[in-house]
């Protein structure tokens, strides 16, 4: 008999990639709660929590699993239903320390060296970085995803400038945060430190990758290294590639790290990746973050290049099973997520229909297109957009090497109809 896995905010892409696991028939996927009912206006953690519950309870059979593929909430939702049913995975506590920010560096503190100078920041009051965090520094709220409201600053004018707008777009995710907080036995040192903090830290530079990996029964394991390429002169993302560029031995010592930092934070039966910068020229390794999920923008560059997505590692790890991921058995050597983006701010006259879609997949092999924004949409109010850039769409695409897939990505972005209209006395992000 099927295995009843409920979708926490399940989407349309990654539903599609889960039914195409090559087990997929061994399960029945049901939706839990929409994507857009949790990253509507607001977040209401506790409204969430309730409806989820009782969709789970008033569900004519068992639940075997909980699953999801997104960040918060949906990544701390899943703990505390998971644990309302007697189902396997990790505490909250232990997911909040990572997703926390600050929490997580004193956590990482305990355990490596390989991490910036860091300090905490109240965007209310203070005026001027931590002491002995010198610019230039990133400062980010302690919860924000996709790059939401991090600023990347090198003076005195621009962090009170990313100060003022991390205070007028700060709520959105830190009010539903502190509201988890309540669930969490909070350390005295974390206690205080609310969704309304920031954390302050050195600016790090290098090959930027992430390193995905889970832990089954107390072991360690990493099953893949992404890199992670901006755009020139932007720090918003390109593309996401795989496999690594990243020499053997430096990947191997970045697994160390992780090694060490997941056994201090705990995560058993429970998927992570961590974002790393290698600097050739010193040879150092610095730890910029971790999070207590699977990154579902490299899943299909999971199953372009290994044969089954990382959606397989998620959802095997929820049911109690071994993930047990194949290597190099997909059709194509190297494959990337590109970010199709803008750069200023507009009004979305025309997307891509489904038609035109289909036939820029149909033409390009090996080629996936996701839409991020709709006719109508005015791309500065957007929600999960990083502070630099508009996301048009993603772009996932398999290929012989790296100019193949620079090729496709080009021929895709043509072909792609948006219309876009300027938004007058506009200045580019």
């Known amino acids: 008999m099927p295995e009843n896995v409920f979708v926490l905010g399940v989407d349309e892409h990654n539903e599609r990639i889960l039914r195409e696991l090559p087990d997929a028939g061994q399960y029945r996927f049901h939706p839990l709660l929409s994507y857009e009912e949790i990253y509507g206006e607001e977040i209401r953690l506790g409204a969430l929590l309730d409806k989820a519950q009782r969709e789970l309870e008033s569900f004519d059979g068992r639940v075997d699993a909980i699953i999801g593929f997104w960040d918060f909430p949906i990544s701390t939702l899943l703990p505390i239903l998971r644990a309302w049913h007697g189902l396997p995975g ?139 390429v901006r755009y020139e002169n932007s720090p918003s993302f390109l593309r996401y590639q795989y496999p690594s560029s990243l020499p053997t031995e430096v990947s191997l010592r970045m697994a160390e790290i992780a090694h060490e930092v997941i056994m201090g934070v705990g995560l058993d039966g429970a998927t992570f990746n961590i974002e790393f910068f290698w600097e050739p020229d010193g040879d150092t390794i610095t730890l910029l973050e971790v999070n207590p999920r699977h990154s579902q923008s490299h899943a299909e560059l999971f199953e372009q290049v290994d044969g089954t997505s990382s959606h397989q590692v998620m959802l095997r790890l929820a049911l109690g099973r071994d993930p047990d991921m194949p290597r190099r058995q997909g059709p194509y050597p190297v494959a990337a997520k590109w970010f199709l983006r803008r750069f200023s701010d507009g009004f979305v006259r025309h997307t891509p229909t489904t038609e035109e879609i289909d036939r820029v997949q149909r033409e390009i092999p090996g080629s996936s297109v996701e839409v991020s924004v709709q006719a109508g949409d005015r791309l500065a109010e957007l929600h999960r957009q990083d502070a630099y850039s508009y996301r048009l769409a993603s772009v996932w695409i398999g290929g012989a090497d790296e100019a193949e897939l620079t090729t496709k990505f080009a021929q895709v972005a043509v072909a792609l109809p948006f219309q876009i209209d300027n938004i007058d006395d506009e200045q580019p992000r």
């Open 90 to 228: 990790p505490p909250l506590e232990e997911i909040v320390k990572c997703e926390h920010k600050y929490w997580s560096r004193l956590e990482q503190q305990k355990v490596i060296d390989e991490y910036p100078r860091f300090g905490l920041v109240d965007p209310e009051h203070d005026q001027h970085p931590p002491d002995g965090v010198n610019y230039p520094l990133w400062v980010k709220p302690v919860k924000s995803f996709s790059s939401m409201l991090a600023f990347g600053v090198t003076n005195q004018e621009e962090f009170r400038d990313a100060l003022t707008q991390i205070r007028a777009g700060i709520s959105w995710v830190g009010e539903p945060f502190d509201a988890l907080l309540e669930y969490v036995d909070l350390p005295p040192e974390i206690a205080t430190v609310g969704g309304h903090f920031c954390l302050a830290e050195e600016a790090i530079t290098g090959q930027q990758v992430t390193l995905e990996g889970y832990r089954y029964q107390g072991e360690v394991h990493i099953y893949g290294v992404v890199d992670s």
